[in-house]
């Protein structure tokens, strides 16, 4: 069974960093696209970050641009996002999620294997 798990959110101070990570199971990373998405409080779900499987290609939200960076461990099958200079406005639930096809698009709607979730606040 294909599952996905969150871990690494929490409280922090803005200008600080958190990583967070998604370890996957029941299926090999290294074959799917994968992508960190985060909903805040309601807005919609955005896609903040998202990588190719083969061609190494990595897209991300002008919001997010020379902040975060997406990576992966195919040894660990676990993929990551780090987090510098948190902003108040990068608060929200954070998602990794999966899917066989790279679609060149890091929305929502093209990714069909999710977490269920971490929380990043970013506050003072």
């Known amino acids: 069974q294909l599952q996905l798990v969150e871990s690494g959110g929490g409280l922090v101070q803005p200008g600080g960093s958190l990583r967070l990570s998604c370890a996957a199971s029941g299926f090999a990373l290294e074959h799917y696209a994968l992508g960190w998405f985060r909903q805040a409080p309601g807005k919609e779900r955005e896609g903040v970050s998202c990588l190719s499987s083969r061609e190494g290609s990595a897209y991300y939200a002008d919001s997010v641009k020379g902040r975060f960076t997406i990576s992966r461990d195919n040894a660990k099958n676990t993929v990551y996002l780090q987090m510098n200079s948190l902003k108040p406005d990068d608060t929200a639930v954070y998602y990794c999620?999966?899917?066989?096809?790279?679609?060149?698009?890091?929305?929502?709607?093209?990714?069909?294997?999710w977490g269920q979730g971490t929380q990043v606040t970013v506050s003072s």
């Open positions: 999620a999966a899917d066989p096809k790279w679609s060149h698009q890091c929305h929502s709607l093209f990714y069909g294997s």
